[in-house]
T-cell receptor
Framework: AQSVTQLDSHVSVSEGTPVLLRCNYS??????LFWYVQHPNKGLQLLLKYTSAATLVKGINGFEAEFKKSETSFHLTKPSAHMSDAAEYFC????????????????FGTGTRLTIIP | DAGVIQSPRHEVTEMGQEVTLRCKPI?????LFWYRQTMMRGLELLIY????????DSGMPEDRFSAKMPNASFSTLKIQPSEPRDSAVYFC?????????????FGPGTRLTVT
């Protein structure tokens, strides 16, 4: 079975400082991993995805994440936080062994709320 | 591209009434997903369709919930009768589907309040 654990439910950083949102996954095969962002009262937007290509993945708005198989981690980072980054962030896993035709379930983490301090 | 379209954006109804939520997926996408989001339970997958066929409805809470996809451009989620515990934000998402994992694109959601 696949699962994902977001290690922090809430992260606060000052504007202009680095952001680190932590995610560990469990997967029986070769996972696809995603980060989604949800701004208040909005739908979820894809930030970036890893699907077995380069382990360092760059996304929108300056975010990036590194897939580390040995650590089963997929942490999200950004060098310098901006006020507009304040939102809820979800780490998501899909197991390719399960993702054959007709089974495309994603497993969502519980979310990390990012607060930016002016 | 207009993205995934959901209607209504907000719905307030009384307990016992029927509620119908609507979704138009992105053109060309052949998989469609219905999710429910609450503070207590987070984001839950209710049901998903591939090529208009329901593939997995194991997340549907009970018989009061039903979903249909009569064609590739339209889906409904119906709750009858509604209860206060159904209050949540309901999201529809679509993806290309198939043998690879494709990212899902989410609509803006429908905020349902049952009084």
């Amino acid at each position: 079975a696949q699962s994902v654990t977001q290690l922090d439910s809430h992260v606060s950083v000052s504007e202009g400082t680095p952001v680190l949102l932590r995610c560990n996954y469990s997967s029986s095969y070769s996972p696809s991993l995603f980060w989604y962002v949800q701004h208040p009262n909005k739908g979820l937007q894809l930030l970036l995805k890893y699907t077995s290509a380069a382990t360092l993945v760059k996304g929108i708005n300056g975010f990036e994440a590194e897939f580390k198989k040995s650590e089963t981690s997929f942490h999200l980072t950004k060098p310098s936080a901006h006020m507009s980054d304040a939102a809820e962030y979800f780490c998501v896993v899909s197991d390719l062994a399960l993702s054959n035709f007709g089974n495309e379930k994603l497993t969502f983490g519980t979310g990390t709320r990012l607060t930016i301090i002016p | 591209d207009a993205g995934v379209i959901q209607s209504p954006r907000h719905e307030v109804t009384e307990m016992g009434q029927e509620v119908t939520l609507r979704c138009k997926p992105i053109s060309g996408h052949n998989s469609l997903f219905w999710y429910r989001q609450t503070m207590m339970r987070g984001l839950e997958l209710l049901i998903y369709f591939n090529n208009n066929v329901p593939i997995d409805d194991s997340g549907m809470p009970e018989d009061r919930f039903s979903a249909k996809m009569p064609n590739a451009s339209f889906s409904t989620l119906k709750i009858q009768p509604s209860e206060p515990r159904d209050s949540a934000v309901y999201f529809c998402a679509s993806s290309l589907g198939g043998p690879k994992t494709y990212e899902q694109y989410f609509g803006p959601g429908t905020r349902l309040t049952v009084t």
